[in-house]
């Protein structure tokens, strides 16, 4: 039995996954993640907000944007303790 090879690859992923801009340097990567996680966390508040003075009554979303919000500050504390661990393992070696 003959494996057949997967033909015309260029379709694959939808115009809408694809990233418009591509960050030139690690700056602006770092910079969209954090303008990223501030907007998330932006969100959240502001959805607690609207719960709290009646403004909305959909607990459902207000939480979903809460653990949003919450992961997407345990993503960036992570990747900056491994940053960090990095950098460090890099000052102990030796020359």
Not at 34 to 61: C, I, P, Y
Request: net charge negative.
């Amino acid at each position: 039995m003959a494996i057949q090879p997967i033909q015309n690859m260029q379709m694959v992923l939808p115009s809408q996954f694809v990233a418009k801009t591509t960050p030139s340097d690690f700056s602006e990567v770092l910079s969209q993640a954090m303008n990223g996680l501030n907007e998330a966390q932006q969100a959240s508040s502001q959805a607690r907000v609207d719960l709290a003075t009646g403004k909305t009554t959909d607990l459902h979303n207000i939480m979903i944007k809460t653990e949003e919000a919450s992961l997407s500050m345990q993503l960036a504390i992570e990747v900056r303790n491994k940053g960090i661990e990095a950098y460090q393992e890099m000052m102990r070696m030796q020359l």
